[in-house]
């Protein structure tokens, strides 16, 4: 499992999805991936915001899960 708030940890990674990121990190599990991608069929929102609405994620967490997604996006882009 790897530290949400220490982007060194990340620095290897390849690009992941908000969902890989959280579930990596131990925030989510399989369960609220399912529940999530389900209520997203209905609903078009973000899965960041479906979770924040599910009170499963805080706001913190997801802004940190966005900047490591956009971390590892641009590591990937300049490699």
Do not use: C
Not at 2 to 21: F, H, P, V
Not at 22 to 40: C, P, R, T, Y
Not at 54 to 75: C, F, G, H, V
């Amino acid at each position: 499992m790897k530290n949400l708030y220490n982007l060194d940890e990340w620095a290897n990674s390849t690009y992941l999805r908000l969902g890989e990121i959280l579930l990596e990190a131990g925030k989510i599990n399989l369960v609220h991936i399912s529940m999530v991608l389900d209520i997203q069929r209905f609903q078009k929102m973000p899965i960041g915001e479906i979770l924040l609405a599910m009170k499963i994620i805080t706001k913190e967490d997801l802004n940190q899960a966005l900047l490591i997604q956009k971390n590892i996006q641009k590591s990937s882009s300049n490699a």
